[in-house]
Each structure stands twice: as structure tokens, then as C-alpha cells.
């Protein structure tokens, strides 16, 4: 799992999110397909950037923008970070939901800025209402699997023993044990 960047830590300072790498390709992905001015179109970019990447297993639903926070969370697995109140303190790759008149406003927070429909420096002046990343989950530690590793383990460092103790006395007396933990004889 990788840290996400804000792009304006200081050196040494932790980011404020681990967030998956999928956002930062999205956002990524959003820059690529951006225009050059606003489509009126914010949510339909997002959203295919989010698919795109693979970071949503299907097309989110909705129109206005200012509802996909609800929509990313309930069904794709977001989370609101409720720490970060303005828009500059986004960790790359986050999702900025914006209120405010008509259906509100979304985009991606970039390295270089922010990104939609179309690539901008600064943020929107539309009220932000939240701010929004998919953590990348951890792999499930199997506990039963690593018992039984430990234990083989000892049992083979126990066999190898005993083939050395007895293999002097009697030659040939002690076939070579077969590691299924390692897959190569001792």
C-alpha cells in the first residue's frame, strides 16, 4: 500500500491518507480526457475515470454532482475523510464534491491542481461538501496458514536433526525430507 501524496508535504511529513493507487490513476486517467474549457458535464468524466481505472466495478448512478459522495460511499466502498475542510489539503487521487446551486460540482484533486470535465490550477468556489477516497485495504492475514507454517517448520528443522544424528551411524537410513513449505529437499 502506497501513501498518497498531497503534492505540498513538507519533507518527512506523512501524507494525510493512505488512499488506493486506482484514485491516482483515475485522476490520472481524468487529466487525459479533460478539455480545455467546462462541459457542464463533471460527474459523466468522474465517473468514467473512476471505471476506467477500475476503481468502481460499475457506472455510478446519479445526475447532480453534489450527491455522488453518498453515492461513492454506500456503494463503492468510500470513505469521507471529515478531517480535510479545504480543497488544497486533498490527498492526490481524492474525489471533491462541491453543493451549491444546480447539481453541484465534483473533481479529482491532481498534482498539479484539479481535474473533471476540464483541467484547472485552482479548486472550485462552489462550497465544498466533502472529500472523498477509497483506502486500500490490506491483505487478509490467513492465521490458521501461518500456524501451520511455524509448526512444519519445526518439524522439519526436528527431521533433519534426527537424519544427522543417524545418517552417520547407518548410511542411507534417512530418506531426504521434502519440504512442501519451501518445495526443495534438505
Given at each position: 500500500?502506497?501513501?498518497?501524496?498531497?503534492?505540498?508535504?513538507?519533507?518527512?511529513?506523512?501524507?494525510?491518507?493512505?488512499?488506493?493507487p486506482?484514485?491516482?490513476?483515475?485522476?490520472?486517467?481524468?487529466?487525459?480526457?479533460?478539455?480545455?474549457?467546462?462541459?457542464?458535464?463533471?460527474?459523466?468524466?468522474?465517473?468514467?475515470?473512476?471505471?476506467?481505472?477500475?476503481?468502481v466495478?460499475?457506472?455510478?448512478?446519479?445526475?447532480?454532482?453534489?450527491?455522488?459522495?453518498?453515492?461513492?460511499?454506500?456503494?463503492?466502498?468510500?470513505?469521507?475523510?471529515?478531517?480535510?475542510?479545504?480543497?488544497?489539503?486533498?490527498?492526490?487521487?481524492a474525489?471533491?464534491?462541491?453543493?451549491?446551486?444546480?447539481?453541484?460540482?465534483?473533481?479529482?484533486?491532481?498534482?498539479?491542481?484539479y481535474?473533471?470535465?476540464?483541467?484547472?490550477?485552482?479548486?472550485?468556489?462552489?462550497?465544498?461538501?466533502?472529500?472523498?477516497?477509497?483506502?486500500?485495504?490490506?491483505?487478509?492475514?490467513?492465521?490458521?496458514?501461518?500456524?501451520?507454517?511455524?509448526?512444519l517448520?519445526?518439524?522439519?528443522?526436528?527431521?533433519?536433526?534426527?537424519?544427522?544424528?543417524?545418517?552417520?551411524?547407518?548410511?542411507?537410513?534417512?530418506?531426504?525430507?521434502?519440504?512442501?513449505?519451501?518445495?526443495?529437499?534438505?
Amino acid at each position: 500500500m502506497s501513501p498518497a501524496s498531497r503534492g505540498d508535504e513538507k519533507p518527512g511529513s506523512e501524507p494525510a491518507a493512505e488512499i488506493s493507487p486506482g484514485l491516482v490513476k483515475a485522476a490520472r486517467i481524468a487529466e487525459s480526457n479533460a478539455r480545455s474549457r467546462p462541459t457542464h458535464y463533471c460527474w459523466r468524466y468522474v465517473k468514467r475515470a473512476l471505471l476506467a481505472a477500475k476503481v468502481v466495478d460499475s457506472y455510478p448512478d446519479g445526475v447532480s454532482a453534489k450527491y455522488a459522495g453518498s453515492v461513492l460511499t454506500r456503494d463503492f466502498g468510500f470513505v469521507k475523510l471529515d478531517e480535510v475542510k479545504k480543497p488544497e489539503d486533498a490527498p492526490v487521487g481524492a474525489v471533491l464534491v462541491y453543493g451549491g446551486a444546480g447539481h453541484g460540482h465534483i473533481e479529482f484533486r491532481t498534482e498539479k491542481g484539479y481535474v473533471s470535465d476540464f483541467k484547472t490550477a485552482n479548486h472550485s468556489k462552489r462550497p465544498l461538501t466533502g472529500v472523498y477516497v477509497k483506502l486500500e485495504e490490506p491483505e487478509p492475514v490467513d492465521e490458521p496458514a501461518l500456524a501451520w507454517n511455524d509448526a512444519l517448520g519445526a518439524l522439519e528443522t526436528e527431521w533433519e536433526s534426527l537424519r544427522e544424528r543417524w545418517d552417520g551411524r547407518i548410511p542411507g537410513c534417512f530418506p531426504r525430507f521434502q519440504s512442501h513449505r519451501h518445495g526443495s529437499a534438505l
